[in-house]
Structure formats: C-alpha cells, structure tokens
C-alpha cells in the first residue's frame, strides 16, 4: 500500500476514474464530495473553514494521508456572476486547493495534483469569464506552491484537452483532430503518474487524448524570434499559441526565456545568415561561451524554410542545435520541446511537399485587433530565382469552411481586419478545390474559389476589413475586380509584384505575363477606382540585366504608379534555375539601380499622396507613432500609413475619419474629421 489520497470532488465521472486508477496502482483512496454517495468525508468547500474541518476528518479516518487530488471544481460558462456565487466559485476552486495543500504541507507532506482546464494554459488568454479566470488562477498557485513548499510537498497539475478553444479545432484530413477531448481514463493515467513522480513539482500534463504523457516545465518560458515574411510571421504566432495551450509562459525578451525558437528565412543568403547566426550566439549562451545574450537559456530550436533548404546539413552549421522542423511541420515544435527538456538533442523533422501542417488556426487570443490567416500553403510557380517552392512545398488551399470558422472565431474575440495570406495567394482553390459540394452556394453567383472566400468573409460580423497578399497578374480577373467593387470589407489595395518591366528579363525569370498584360491588371484595377493603392517587388541586377532591361523596369513603374515598391538586389539561391546563370552584374551596379528607383518611388509616391490632400479617409487606429508618441498612426484602406491627432474615445482598432492635410512619399498627415451639421 502506497499510502492515502485524499480526492476531493468524487461525485463526477472524472473523479471515479481517478478514485480507480489510484487504487489500480496500490493507493488507498479517500473521496471527499458534497453528493456523492460513497463518500468518505461529506463536505461543501464553499463553507467557511470547510478545508481545514474537510483535512481533520480525513486524518480522523486515514492517519497517513500524504497525497490529495484536488479535483472539486464549481463550473460556470457566465461572464457575470451575483457576489454569492462568484464567492463560492472562487472558495472552491482556488482557496480549498490551497488551503489543502498547506495543510497537508504543515502535517508530514507529500504530493497534490490540481486538476485545471487546458484552456488556461493560455490558449483562450482572453476569455475572462469567472471560471477560467479562477482555473488560471489555480494555475499560479500550482507554481508558486511548488517554489514555496519545496522539499515538504510535489505540487503539479494535470489539464484535460482540447488544447485549444473549439471553435478554432477543425478536422483536416491527415491531421491529428486538436479539439478532441480525453477520456476520464486518460486523465485519471496522467494524475496517477504524477503521483508515483517523485523528482517532479512545479509541471503540468496537459492530456489532450492524442499527446503522450511528457511533463512541460510550467517555470519555463520561451521566446521565438522570426525572420522573413508575413508566412513566417503567422506560422510563428501559431507556433506561440501551441507553446502557451502546452503549459508555456511567453518570455519578454532573451534574458528571461529558457526554450527560443527561431523561425527562419531563406529567400536571400543574408536572411538565412542572419538565422543561423542568431542559433549559433544562442547556443555560446547555452554553452556559457561568448556574449551572454540568453544567460537561462536551455533549449535552442531552428523553425521554417531555411531548416528545409539545408536538411540533415543544418547540423554541419549548428553541430549543437537540439531541434530542427520544416515550414509545415511547426505543430510537432511543442513535443519536440519535450523531447528535449528529457535530454534528446539535434532532432530533425523535415515536412513533407503535400503535408498539412496541425494547428494553423491557432491563434494568440486577444493580442491584436489585427491577424493573419492562412489560406494556402506552398507555390506552384517557379520563378527561375525563386526558392520557395522547394522549401515551401505544393499549393494546398485550405477548405473554405476552415478558413470562414477560424476568422468568424477571431472576429469574436475582437480582431477587426484580418489578412489573408499565400504565396500566390490568387491561385487559392486552383490545384486542389477549397469548395465542397456541400458548401452553400454562392449568394452572388461567385464562380471562382478566393472571389467567393471573399464574399463570406465579408459577411462575417464584428470583422471591418479584409485584405489579402501577395497576388500575381494571372488572378486579376473580372470576378477579383467585382469583389473588390460590391464587397466594403475588402480593402482597395494589392500588392502585385512585378519583378521587371522588360518582357525579355520576365521571360528568364519565368513569370508567365508579358509587359502589357501585367499594365493591363494594373488598368483594371484602378479603372473603377482610380485611387486603388497598388504596390509592388523588384528585383535589380537579374543575371543578364541590361541598362535597357533596367530602363524597360524604370518606364513601367512610372506608367503603373506605384504607391510604394520594394526594391531587392538579385541574390543567387542554391538548387534555383538562375543560381546557375552567371551573376554578371556588379554589385556596384546593382545598387545604382537600386538606389534609381528607391528615388524614383519617392517622387512617384510624393505625386500619387498628394492628390489626396483634401480627402476624408478611413483609418484603422494602430495606436502612437513610432516617431512622435504624441500623434497616433494608422492604415487608410489602401495601405497607406495615416499620422493624426487622436482625440479621447479614440482607441486601438477603433475605424475613424481623417481629413489629409499634407502629404509626403510615404505617408499622410492629417486631422480627425467632424462633419458640420447642415442647418436647412
């Protein structure tokens, strides 16, 4: 006989489980319930002083208690609860656990397991309704008990599944389902082991039904750090949200983080560079070599598209890494982490070219009124300098219904303007449908597959804006043009790389327009507004690259008027088709051009904002400037960046009016607009 373990609220099904796994393992077990039948003590823990008369029974029946399960929990989905009620919520599911556990701490100690909803791990951060709050609550508590009784009592907890909210778990094929809850049994398995954990304290199982049972330190927090672009950006708060939903605590800054993650780029040499050496100054820190940029650091990690170019010889580059995981492969990083904190090291998980990644709707509740939405994977295209492909896999367009649940959930916990994002991202529904047969048909007659997400996003309540990137000439089609004209929600703004303006260069490049076809999206668009903002990417310097070439580029962008362009000096990218086309233009030159037309955007920009002087535009509040604390800044429909004086009741995601009244390259300068009441 192991001893007595006093588990408290008996009467659910959950805690019979428990009561039969700890007397399966040798456990004498103590229930202690308001209702149940069986009960050893009967007890209400919302009266006063009910833990210390609940413990003084117990000890009165079984002397040698030296474990309890706390398990009773009063359970509420109400975001307001009367005073008595919101007191005997609190009573029972944070103070009698406490109060437990110093008890049994002062009376020979031993071991306490707190039963916790998974969601207070973090991953519904935002929901603040009584329950919740009181489980995250609990959740404190669990650690703080852990460093404060150490070495009189093991204080850990155990949180039953989903590990996200539901309405962000969907089914995908060839996915492990996120949102399915675990059996009784299950959870009855995870407190019966931390209860035969002897080294263990101050850690959390959460028990999703498909996770194994490996401990997550709750005293450990992580850090991720992300290279490159919106893709990276997105799959990095996805990977947040799984860290948070595993027992994780975000860390401020390198100081203070213990796992770092570092998502990486490998569109241009630099970028990749840039990731790999972050890992390697991470890893001295580790070591305790050089600058001490991460003192507590125990786990470094390398995440995305630079992990897939290099596969097994990332560890040629990085010998002491501990976790290496492809771009589609980010849902495995939490167990990954696991594996590590238990002593493996240089693990790699490369995904593969079709797979679907877990936990891409996963989101950072209630941090931004802003987010990112994955709509498809990968890129088909092949552009000769492009390497995308090869480290991003095939298209894959996510199903419709998917994307719709998963932007209706952020539109209900207060995201106002969400993006959608893919690679191409007009090519949605292209190689694999995104519609099913039955999906309900389009309201509008939409045929094609991203004019038609449009039309049910645009539906969607509590959501203000839409915007999508990044888009190619081939799906600015007549349905595209009417969406963006009957839909309000869509923003009148594309980002439409052109890359050049030489039909020669294009053709090398394998870009599948010509010169006039791309000018002829351009005249599309803005020919039912031409105040339409459009936006592009160029590459100077592309092997072979005359002056006439670059004289072809220069002509285009005047006659497309851009609102604003990325300029990028060609960079070769092993295993891409111009890698092996000599590099025959001197960096010298290439940053002339650059420079050319970086002048050339300015002046072309100072043109386009000024005819704006005058207009009322609408903005999205983003809050202070980052350059004059005392004005605020924001994003009018096109994109552009909108600097104002706010005025009280002004707040962050908050849509208002802005008269312009002055203008610069890239930004407008203006004031909050007050109609003047007409007297008739």
Same mark, same amino acid.
């Given at each position: 006989?192991?001893?007595?373990?006093?588990?408290?609220?008996?009467?659910?099904?959950?805690?019979?489980?428990?009561?039969?796994?700890?007397?399966?393992?040798?456990?004498?077990?103590?229930?202690?319930?308001?209702?149940?039948?069986?009960?050893?003590?009967?007890?209400?823990?919302?009266?006063?002083?009910?833990?210390?008369?609940?413990?003084?029974?117990?000890?009165?029946?079984?002397?040698?208690?030296?474990?309890?399960?706390?398990?009773?929990?009063?359970?509420?989905?109400?975001?307001?609860?009367?005073?008595?009620?919101?007191?005997?919520?609190?009573?029972?599911?944070?103070?009698?656990?406490?109060?437990?556990?110093?008890?049994?701490?002062?009376?020979?100690?031993?071991?306490?397991?707190?039963?916790?909803?998974?969601?207070?791990?973090?991953?519904?951060?935002?929901?603040?309704?009584?329950?919740?709050?009181?489980?995250?609550?609990?959740?404190?508590?669990?650690?703080?008990?852990?460093?404060?009784?150490?070495?009189?009592?093991?204080?850990?907890?155990?949180?039953?599944?989903?590990?996200?909210?539901?309405?962000?778990?969907?089914?995908?094929?060839?996915?492990?389902?996120?949102?399915?809850?675990?059996?009784?049994?299950?959870?009855?398995?995870?407190?019966?082991?931390?209860?035969?954990?002897?080294?263990?304290?101050?850690?959390?199982?959460?028990?999703?039904?498909?996770?194994?049972?490996?401990?997550?330190?709750?005293?450990?927090?992580?850090?991720?750090?992300?290279?490159?672009?919106?893709?990276?950006?997105?799959?990095?708060?996805?990977?947040?949200?799984?860290?948070?939903?595993?027992?994780?605590?975000?860390?401020?800054?390198?100081?203070?983080?213990?796992?770092?993650?570092?998502?990486?780029?490998?569109?241009?040499?630099?970028?990749?560079?840039?990731?790999?050496?972050?890992?390697?100054?991470?890893?001295?820190?580790?070591?305790?070599?050089?600058?001490?940029?991460?003192?507590?650091?125990?786990?470094?990690?390398?995440?995305?598209?630079?992990?897939?170019?290099?596969?097994?010889?990332?560890?040629?580059?990085?010998?002491?890494?501990?976790?290496?995981?492809?771009?589609?492969?980010?849902?495995?990083?939490?167990?990954?982490? /696991? *594996?590590?904190?238990?002593? !493996?090291? $240089?693990? #790699?998980?490369?995904? @593969?070219?079709? &797979? =679907?990644?877990?936990?891409?709707?996963?989101?950072?509740?209630?941090?931004?009124?802003?987010?990112?939405?994955?709509?498809?994977?990968?890129?088909?295209?092949?552009?000769?300098?492009?390497?995308?492909?090869?480290?991003?896999?095939?298209?894959?367009?996510?199903? /419709? *219904?998917?994307?719709?649940? !998963?932007? $209706?959930? #952020?539109?209900?916990? @207060?995201?106002? &303007? =969400?993006?959608?994002?893919?690679?191409?991202?007009?090519?949605?529904?292209?190689?694999?449908?995104?519609?099913?047969?039955?999906?309900?048909?389009?309201?509008?007659?939409?045929?094609?597959?991203?004019?038609?997400?449009?039309?049910?996003?645009?539906?969607?309540?509590?959501?203000?804006?839409?915007?999508?990137?990044?888009?190619?000439?081939?799906?600015?089609?007549? &349905?595209?043009?009417?969406?963006?004209?009957?839909?309000?929600?869509?923003?009148?703004?594309?980002?439409?790389?052109?890359?050049?303006?030489?039909?020669?260069?294009?053709?090398?490049?394998?870009?599948?327009?010509?010169?006039?076809?791309?000018?002829?999206?351009?005249?599309?668009?803005?020919?039912?507004?031409?105040?339409?903002?459009?936006?592009?990417?160029?590459?100077?310097?592309?092997?072979?690259?005359?002056?006439?070439?670059?004289?072809?580029?220069?002509?285009?962008?005047?006659?497309?008027?851009?609102?604003?362009?990325?300029?990028?000096?060609?960079?070769?990218?092993?295993?891409?088709?111009?890698?092996?086309?000599?590099?025959?233009?001197?960096?010298?030159?290439?940053?002339?051009?650059?420079?050319?037309?970086?002048?050339?955007?300015?002046?072309?920009?100072?043109?386009?904002?000024?005819?704006?002087?005058?207009?009322?535009?609408?903005?999205?509040?983003?809050?202070?400037?980052?350059?004059?604390?005392?004005?605020?800044?924001?994003?009018?429909?096109?994109?552009?960046?909108?600097?104002?004086?706010?005025?009280?009741?002004?707040?962050?995601?908050?849509?208002?009016?802005?008269?312009?009244?002055?203008?610069?390259?890239?930004?407008?300068?203006?004031?909050?607009?007050?109609?003047?009441?007409?007297?008739?």
């Amino acid at each position: 006989m192991r001893g007595t373990v006093l588990v408290t609220g008996g009467a659910r099904r959950l805690g019979k489980a428990i009561a039969d796994a700890l007397r399966a393992c040798g456990w004498n077990v103590l229930v202690a319930s308001r209702t149940a039948p069986d009960a050893a003590v009967a007890v209400d823990l919302a009266e006063p002083d009910a833990p210390s008369n609940l413990f003084a029974a117990a000890k009165a029946v079984a002397p040698d208690i030296c474990a309890i399960v706390n398990n009773a929990a009063i359970f509420s989905q109400k975001q307001d609860l009367p005073p008595d009620e919101l007191s005997r919520l609190r009573a029972v599911n944070v103070d009698a656990p406490r109060a437990l556990t110093a008890l049994l701490a002062a009376n020979g100690g031993g071991a306490v397991v707190n039963i916790i909803d998974c969601h207070a791990l973090g991953a519904v951060r935002d929901d603040n309704t009584p329950y919740l709050k009181s489980k995250r609550d609990l959740l404190a508590a669990t650690v703080e008990d852990a460093r404060a009784l150490a070495g009189r009592v093991r204080v850990n907890a155990v949180a039953p599944g989903p590990v996200l909210p539901p309405e962000s778990c969907h089914e995908r094929a060839g996915s492990t389902p996120l949102g399915r809850h675990p059996t009784p049994q299950e959870v009855a398995d995870a407190v019966a082991y931390l209860l035969s954990a002897e080294s263990t304290t101050g850690a959390v199982i959460p028990v999703d039904g498909g996770q194994s049972l490996a401990i997550e330190q709750l005293l450990m927090k992580f850090l991720v750090h992300t290279y490159g672009c919106q893709m990276n950006v997105r799959d990095s708060e996805a990977v947040e949200a799984l860290m948070l939903a595993a027992g994780y605590e975000k860390a401020a800054g390198e100081a203070e983080a213990d796992i770092v993650i570092v998502n990486s780029c490998t569109v241009r040499d630099m970028a990749e560079r840039k990731a790999v050496g972050k890992c390697g100054n991470l890893i001295a820190a580790k070591e305790g070599r050089g600058k001490t940029v991460a003192p507590n650091v125990k786990v470094v990690g390398l995440m995305g598209c630079a992990v897939k170019r290099m596969g097994a010889d990332v560890f040629k580059s990085l010998p002491r890494l501990d976790f290496a995981v492809g771009p589609r492969r980010f849902g495995a990083i939490p167990r990954l982490v /696991a *594996r590590c904190l238990a002593g !493996e090291t $240089r693990i #790699l998980e490369l995904s @593969g070219d079709d &797979e =679907v990644p877990t936990g891409m709707d996963a989101h950072v509740g209630g941090s931004s009124f802003q987010s990112y939405v994955t709509v498809l994977l990968g890129c088909d295209n092949r552009c000769s300098y492009c390497i995308v492909p090869d480290v991003r896999g095939h298209e894959y367009s996510r199903p /419709a *219904r998917e994307v719709v649940a !998963e932007v $209706r959930a #952020l539109a209900a916990h @207060g995201v106002k &303007e =969400v993006c959608l994002l893919g690679q191409s991202v007009l090519r949605y529904g292209v190689r694999n449908a995104a519609w099913s047969a039955d999906d309900p048909p389009s309201p509008g007659g939409y045929t094609e597959a991203f004019p038609r997400l449009l039309e049910a996003l645009n539906a969607v309540d509590g959501l203000e804006r839409i915007r999508f990137t990044s888009a190619h000439p081939k799906g600015c089609t007549d &349905e595209l043009v009417r969406a963006y004209r009957e839909f309000p929600k869509v923003c009148r703004h594309l980002h439409l790389p052109v890359q050049s303006g030489s039909d020669r260069v294009l053709k090398e490049m394998g870009r599948r327009y010509t010169r006039v076809e791309y000018l002829a999206a351009v005249a599309k668009l803005r020919a039912f507004d031409p105040e339409f903002a459009i936006t592009t990417d160029v590459i100077v310097g592309y092997p072979g690259e005359t002056e006439e070439d670059f004289e072809a580029t220069r002509s285009l962008m005047d006659e497309a008027g851009f609102d604003n362009a990325f300029i990028f000096k060609y960079s070769p990218r092993p295993g891409t088709r111009s890698a092996a086309l000599p590099d025959d233009v001197p960096t010298s030159e290439k940053e002339r051009r650059d420079q050319v037309l970086l002048d050339d955007q300015e002046r072309r920009g100072q043109v386009r904002n000024e005819r704006l002087v005058g207009t009322v535009r609408e903005v999205l509040a983003e809050g202070p400037s980052l350059r004059n604390s005392a004005r605020w800044s924001g994003r009018d429909g096109g994109n552009r960046i909108v600097v104002f004086e706010p005025r009280e009741g002004v707040r962050t995601g908050t849509v208002v009016k802005v008269r312009i009244t002055a203008a610069r390259p890239q930004t407008l300068i203006g004031e909050i607009y007050t109609p003047i009441p007409s007297f008739s």
